[in-house]
Structures are given as C-alpha cells and as structure tokens.
C-alpha cells in the first residue's frame, strides 16, 4: 500500500490530521520571534572591567591577556576581541558559532573568567569582572529630558537608574537596558599637586587613606562571651561608608612628630560630580539622557516594545515635574 492511498482509504483519519496541523500552526504563529531582521549575527559573550588611572597598554596586558589566555578554547568559540580605552575599562567580546547556545556559552565563559580573576590587579578584582551575554538588537531608544531645564542631566541620568533602568530590565523579552548620559554621582577628589609635594605626601597615600577610612566594617558587640559579668550585651555601630564632602574632607592623610594632621581637605578639593565626563547626550540640541533597550534573542518585537511604551506612561506618572519621557527611536 502506497503513502497517498493509506490517507485516501481513511478520509476521517486525514481530516482529523489535517486540523491538528492547522491548529498546531494557529499556536505556533502567536509565539512566533518577530523582529525588524532577522536574527543572523552569531551570538556573542561579552566579558568587561575596569582598571581606574591605568592607560590602554597597561589595561590590555595586566588585564586582557591573562582573561584572553583562560578564554581561548572556550566549545563553539569563532574568535574574541577585546578593547582596551583611555578611561580604564576594558571590552572583551567572545563570538560563537551559530546555533550556540547564548546560556550555555555565558556559563562556559563566566567559569573561565573565574579562573583569570587571581591573576587580575586587586584594583579590577575589587571592582569586578562582569561576564552577559550580548545581542546587537536595538530595540527602541527612550529619553529622559527636562524641557525648562530645571533639573541637570547628572540628576536625570541618576533617577534613570535607580528609577527607570531597573523596571525597564524586569520585562520579559529585554536582554539589557544601557544608560548614555552624565553617569552616576561620584564623589570627585581633585588632588592639587603643589600641596601634596610640599607635605612629602604622594597620590598612592591619600588613595591609601581614603580606602583604610571609607569601609563598612563588622565592629562587633560589647558584652559578648566569654565575658560572664555583663549584664547586657549591646552591639556596636561604626560610621560606615562615608556620604557628604565635609566627611571625606575629615579623612586623616598623615599625622606628624609634632601632632600635626593633614587632611584631604588640606590637599583636595572635594566636591559630588559625575563618575565619568567622557559622554554626553543630546535630543534636538537638548541635554537628555538615553536609555538603549536591547532585545533578547528570539523575543518577539512587538510585544516588548509595547510593554516598554505601557511602562514608561506608568513611570511617567510618577515623575517628578519638569521630568518628561520621549521614544526617539522605535523600528516597530
């Protein structure tokens, strides 16, 4: 019995089959990916730290090549490259074959990573490797921008991530929600060379001291066994981390023969800025603060820009006034 004649000799068999795949494909259409191309970029596995003060021939050898030595060998790995910047970060990006899987590949990366880390400087171990999985789908591009100007594009730049960033990442279908602006607040110490020289101070002492006096620490409790007299146990709370200008200006550098303190107020100024002055964001000539939504591989496009659109007008609403939200770019 032939193919065709077994379907031909059983026409409710067939029907029935034949609504089956049409239902199957009614389902199959509504979880369908839809996006403006179509996904042909191989995934990739980005790897990124940071190295303050160094510059790029420093960044790429104490930092690149002991990540690029570990990584290399990596299952489904094409080639990496990595980008070493004056500002002290540094990019790694591992490409992988196609049809790899981006969270199997993330996790493979992150293990090798870990392995590189002691042999990182203690300044990129302290501040972090950070290993994600990239796509290079822009799905939509939302500002933040103050019309009559009342607020600076450092204070917009901030409320967009501790306000917006984090309810924006928290939808399904978006892989990374990336901030372009004046950066976060930052406590800036401007070291005047003359006075640090003619104390016979060096800029690794007041780093040192600004490290040893600004760190939350565990002082512990009074009271606590195996004292067996106390009465009452009481537990004791140090100042912390530090928060305004005249608390850093207090850190003590040096203590001379005579009793003489010098304080960073006395070799800085100190003053709360941006952590970075590299970038700037405009939208039509305006200071503005973007924020890049990148799409996850194989969500569907119009459903997460939608859901970006809802929750920017419900964010909207919680602004502060003069703040307002604009979708600049929207493909879908």
Same mark, same amino acid.
Request: net charge negative.
């Given at each position: 019995?032939?193919?065709?004649?077994?379907?031909?000799?059983?026409?409710?068999?067939?029907?029935?089959?034949?609504?089956?795949?049409?239902?199957?494909?009614?389902?199959?259409?509504?979880?369908?990916?839809?996006?403006?191309?179509?996904?042909?970029?191989?995934?990739?596995?980005?790897?990124?730290?940071?190295?303050?003060?160094?510059?790029?021939?420093?960044?790429?050898?104490?930092?690149?090549?002991?990540?690029?030595?570990?990584?290399?060998?990596?299952?489904?790995?094409?080639?990496?490259?990595?980008?070493?910047?004056?500002?002290?970060?540094?990019?790694?990006?591992?490409?992988?074959?196609?049809?790899?899987?981006?969270?199997?590949?993330?996790?493979?990366?992150?293990?090798?990573?870990?392995?590189?880390?002691?042999?990182?400087?203690?300044?990129?171990?302290?501040?972090?490797?950070?290993?994600?999985?990239?796509?290079?789908?822009?799905?939509?591009?939302?500002?933040?921008?103050?019309?009559?100007?009342?607020?600076?594009?450092?204070?917009?730049?901030?409320?967009?991530?501790?306000?917006?960033?984090?309810?924006?990442?928290?939808?399904?279908?978006?892989?990374?929600?990336?901030?372009?602006?004046?950066?976060?607040?930052?406590?800036?110490?401007?070291?005047?060379?003359?006075?640090?020289?003619?104390?016979?101070?060096?800029?690794?002492?007041?780093? =040192?001291?600004?490290?040893? /006096?600004?760190?939350?620490?565990? &002082?512990?409790? +009074?009271? #606590? !066994?195996?004292?067996? *007299?106390?009465?009452?146990?009481?537990?004791?709370?140090?100042?912390?981390?530090?928060?305004?200008?005249?608390?850093?200006?207090?850190?003590?550098?040096?203590?001379?023969?005579?009793?003489?303190?010098?304080?960073?107020?006395?070799?800085?100024?100190?003053?709360?800025?941006?952590?970075?002055?590299?970038?700037?964001?405009?939208?039509?000539?305006?200071?503005?603060? =973007?924020?890049?939504?990148? /799409?996850?591989?194989?969500?569907? &496009?119009?459903? +997460?820009? #939608? !859901?970006?659109?809802? *929750?920017?007008?419900?964010?909207?609403?919680?602004?502060?006034?003069?703040?307002?939200?604009?979708?600049?770019?929207?493909?879908?």
């Amino acid at each position: 019995m032939s193919f065709p004649r077994f379907f031909i000799d059983r026409p409710i068999f067939a029907i029935v089959l034949s609504v089956l795949m049409m239902i199957g494909g009614i389902v199959a259409f509504f979880h369908l990916p839809l996006s403006e191309y179509p996904a042909v970029t191989p995934p990739t596995v980005q790897v990124t730290a940071s190295y303050p003060g160094a510059n790029p021939q420093v960044i790429a050898e104490t930092v690149a090549a002991p990540l690029e030595q570990v990584i290399t060998g990596v299952e489904g790995m094409l080639y990496m490259t990595s980008q070493s910047a004056t500002d002290g970060r540094m990019i790694l990006t591992a490409t992988f074959a196609q049809g790899t899987n981006a969270d199997m590949a993330q996790i493979q990366v992150q293990n090798r990573v870990s392995r590189a880390l002691p042999r990182l400087p203690e300044e990129v171990q302290r501040l972090g490797v950070v290993t994600q999985k990239t796509s290079p789908d822009i799905l939509m591009v939302v500002h933040l921008l103050s019309p009559d100007q009342r607020y600076d594009p450092l204070y917009i730049s901030n409320y967009a991530y501790l306000q917006v960033r984090d309810e924006l990442s928290r939808l399904p279908g978006i892989n990374d929600v990336l901030v372009w602006g004046a950066g976060e607040y930052s406590m800036r110490l401007w070291l005047d060379p003359d006075l640090i020289a003619a104390r016979g101070l060096t800029a690794g002492d007041v780093i =040192a001291a600004v490290r040893e /006096q600004n760190v939350q620490v565990a &002082a512990g409790s +009074v009271g #606590q !066994s195996p004292d067996s *007299t106390a009465a009452f146990q009481v537990t004791v709370n140090t100042l912390g981390r530090l928060t305004d200008e005249e608390q850093f200006g207090d850190i003590i550098i040096r203590t001379g023969d005579n009793g003489q303190v010098t304080r960073l107020r006395d070799v800085a100024r100190i003053e709360m800025g941006a952590d970075a002055y590299a970038l700037r964001s405009l939208l039509d000539g305006e200071p503005a603060v =973007a924020l890049q939504i990148i /799409q996850s591989p194989g969500a569907n &496009a119009l459903d +997460v820009a #939608q !859901s970006v659109r809802d *929750t920017m007008q419900r964010l909207q609403t919680n602004f502060p006034e003069g703040l307002v939200s604009r979708i600049a770019y929207d493909p879908t």
